[in-house]
């Protein structure tokens, strides 16, 4: 299939392209580069720096004629969408209405689209919960997810575009921007490494679902075998969970943490936040069910696997900074003279060096 992925350079999605392109896919990423990065870009897929309000990206459509769209650019930020729920709407509802109309336009085959199972559910019981659940969404962020779906299903249901939802838990790994929008499993990892004090929102005992991102990437290769199979049909596809099913406090996430950094969690405890559920878990049956996926990485395995990933990006990041730091000695040590030599070739004394006088002058 040749592939568009929309916020490939990112954390997520570049893991889904890496899947994508091992799988024989073709594909092509559009990423504005806001907080994705051109080294998370598979070599073998074609990275396009553009927005999705840029003229160019209608262009791109019609050019390669794609397959599937799978959509992963947004704003992913639950707190700055509390603080600018205009400009999350504008970036996470009126990106998604364009994109989805230059899909029917140029008619794409297929649309996979990404959208938050903590954030859309809000506060629900029980827990964990399935995709029958009516959501309660408790932020501009998971508004504007849900309203997505909405418009997905406008597309789906009056011009016939086949989609599929991957409603994501708290997903974790490599990549992962410890100083970005997200990302607790990161945050607390460069926090430990740099021996700083982590930061817990609340008393710490709040709940997630967290999901190794290696597992996400399989469920949208999954996602892909399942727009094959119905084709044209719109009545196919439909909204699925992919999380693990089970709950872990903040706390404990710390705890683990620690323990494979060898120190103490000691935190430093904050107000909690605007927009964030008590507790969050997402029931997966539906997609085992339909999709054949299941979470197969183990939390305490995908910690292990993303506190190594964080130890060996701070260790290259102190061996550049090494390497800067020896550079700039060793520049300044020949062009920067103690004073007592600068004085004497002032005065003429030190071979000329520095001499007051230009050549041929008395």
């Given at each position: 299939m040749r592939i568009l992925?929309?916020?490939?350079?990112?954390?997520?999605?570049?893991?889904?392209?890496?899947?994508?392109?091992?799988?024989?896919?073709?594909?092509?990423?559009?990423?504005?580069?806001s907080a994705g990065r051109r080294p998370n870009v598979n070599p073998e897929a074609a990275l396009y720096p553009l927005d999705l309000n840029s003229p160019h990206l209608d262009d791109l459509l019609r050019f390669h004629d794609f397959d599937v769209v799978n959509h992963h650019a947004a704003q992913p930020d639950v707190r700055r969408s509390v603080k600018d729920p205009a400009g999350d709407a504008a970036i996470n509802i009126g990106g998604t209405i364009r994109l989805l109309?230059?899909?029917?336009?140029?008619?794409?085959?297929?649309?996979?689209?990404?959208?938050?199972?903590?954030?859309?559910?809000?506060?629900?019981?029980?827990?964990?919960?399935?995709?029958?659940?009516?959501?309660?969404?408790?932020?501009?962020?998971?508004?504007?997810?849900?309203?997505?779906?909405?418009?997905?299903?406008?597309?789906?249901?009056?011009?016939?575009?086949?989609?599929?939802?991957l409603r994501y838990a708290n997903v974790y790994g490599p990549r992962q921007d410890p100083q970005g929008d997200a990302g607790v499993v990161a945050t607390f990892c460069r926090h430990l490494l740099q021996g700083e004090v982590p930061v817990v929102y609340g008393d710490g005992e709040q709940t997630r679902d967290f999901v190794y991102v290696g597992d996400v990437a399989l469920a949208n290769l999954l996602a892909l075998d399942l727009l094959e199979r119905h084709g044209s049909n719109g009545n196919g596809p439909g909204i699925f969970n992919i999380g693990t099913g089970r709950e872990t406090a903040v706390n404990a996430l710390l705890a683990s943490l620690?323990?494979?950094?060898?120190?103490?969690?000691?935190?430093?405890?904050?107000?909690?936040?605007?927009?964030?559920?008590?507790?969050?878990?997402l029931d997966p049956a539906r997609a085992w069910a339909l999709l054949g996926w299941a979470p197969v990485t183990s939390l305490d395995e995908g910690l292990g696997l993303t506190f190594e990933w964080f130890e060996q990006r701070l260790a290259a990041e102190?061996?550049?900074?090494?390497?800067?730091?020896?550079?700039?000695?060793?520049?300044?040590?020949?062009?920067?003279?103690?004073?007592?030599?600068?004085?004497?070739?002032?005065?003429?004394?030190?071979?000329?060096?520095?001499?007051?006088?230009?050549?041929g002058e008395e």
């Open positions: 992925v929309t916020g490939g350079a990112g954390f997520i999605g570049s893991h889904v392209v890496d899947a994508y392109v091992a799988a024989g896919h073709e594909v092509v990423v559009v990423d504005n580069l109309e230059l899909c029917r336009r140029h008619r794409v085959r297929g649309v996979i689209f990404v959208s938050s199972g903590g954030a859309i559910y809000g506060d629900q019981d029980p827990v964990p919960t399935s995709e029958d659940v009516l959501p309660r969404p408790v932020s501009p962020y998971g508004i504007g997810k849900l309203a997505g779906e909405g418009y997905l299903d406008y597309y789906r249901t009056v011009h016939g575009l086949p989609a599929v939802v620690a323990d494979l950094a060898g120190c103490a969690a000691a935190p430093r405890h904050a107000p909690p936040r605007v927009g964030e559920p008590r507790r969050s878990a102190r061996m550049r900074s090494a390497v800067r730091s020896s550079r700039r000695r060793r520049v300044r040590s020949e062009v920067i003279r103690p004073p007592e030599v600068l004085q004497a070739a002032m005065r003429g004394t030190n071979g000329g060096v520095l001499s007051r006088n230009h050549p």
